[in-house]
């Protein structure tokens, strides 16, 4: 389970699948191992909730109350203050397979229909309320929704593994939502022999049983043979070991989204791969021989 960090345009293409929860074209890998896919339930029961504001009486726990017909005035929706930004927001306690996600809204707030507001997912905590900021995050996915579609929409995710949800409108106004239900299955199980969720990817294919590694900053050396460059390396996972050569020898273990900076470096070139602790060369994934990543030292 080791992924190198490659030049920028094939690291963004990495990223972009991570995003995307992109599967390969090919048929569903079989499941021989002991277990089999799990069945789709909605992974929405006993989530913790947060709203940017409450209005009145309109609490975030009615979008998981099983209500999806009604409207604000009856006392069937939840709602946010006049606001910018506003959002609605669940953490499901662990990473689910998420396959879609159906949205019921109140007409009586929304007469026009609901529009213009974005469906954010993540393995990791949304760390701020910008809009623009969490949607340039890499570790954060989502869905754009500009027009108005009817209430109790399904939207796609395409077996997404994710934690958190988090419907955001763009700009000013008011976030009101009648019900969300999101069908999923747990997610990966790794060394099982299995596709648990179902999204062509199977044990350490998925990224699900992969660090993910976002992120590569240098520091150039004073003079060519001056040992002092240095290589910043942040990644996601747990238990995680840094390499600056291809993965001969790891010089830090990290926790999760911890920052790992490798010093002492001259001029040359550098291979930046990440695995978890105890991994060898022989299960490396996601890379191509002869790909690197080159640091400014070249």
């Not at 389970?1 to 990223?15: D, F, G, H, K, Y």
């Not at 709203?51 to 939840?78: C, L, M, Y």
């Not at 976002?214 to 990644?235: F, H, K, L, M």
Request: net charge negative; with cysteine.
């Amino acid at each position: 389970m080791i992924q190198s960090l490659n030049t920028s345009a094939v690291a963004l293409l990495r990223l972009l699948l991570f995003l995307l929860g992109a599967a390969p074209l090919t048929a569903q890998v079989p499941c021989v191992g002991e277990s089999s896919p799990h069945d789709l339930f909605n992974v929405t029961a006993g989530g913790r909730l947060s709203q940017s504001s409450i209005f009145e009486d309109g609490h975030p726990e009615r979008v998981i109350d099983g209500q999806k017909s009604g409207n604000w005035a009856t006392g069937n929706a939840a709602r946010t203050d006049w606001e910018t930004e506003p959002w609605w927001a669940i953490d499901l306690g662990q990473s689910y397979a998420l396959e879609s996600l159906h949205l019921w809204y109140p007409a009586d707030v929304y007469p026009t229909g609901f529009s213009d507001y974005c469906l954010l997912y993540s393995r990791y905590p949304f760390e701020t309320n910008d809009l623009h900021t969490e949607l340039a995050s890499p570790t954060v996915g989502y869905l754009h929704v500009a027009g108005a579609y009817p209430s109790g929409t399904v939207f796609p995710l395409g077996q997404v593994s994710a934690q958190y949800l988090r419907i955001q409108k763009a700009g000013e106004g008011v976030l009101s939502l009648l019900e969300i239900e999101v069908p999923g299955s747990f997610p990966e199980v790794c060394g099982n022999g299995c596709d648990d969720d179902r999204d062509g990817w199977t044990d350490c294919e998925d990224n699900d049983c992969r660090p993910t590694l976002y992120n590569v900053t240098t520091r150039d050396p004073s003079c060519p043979i001056c040992p002092d460059g240095e290589i910043s390396i942040q990644a996601f996972g747990e238990d995680l070991q840094f390499s600056v050569d291809g993965g001969q020898t790891y010089e830090a273990v990290c926790d999760q989204l911890y920052l790992c900076r490798v010093g002492g470096l001259t001029e040359g070139d550098y291979e930046v791969v990440v695995r978890q602790e105890g991994d060898t060369a022989s299960s490396m994934r996601g890379s191509t021989t002869g790909i690197w990543w080159y640091g400014s030292w070249i």
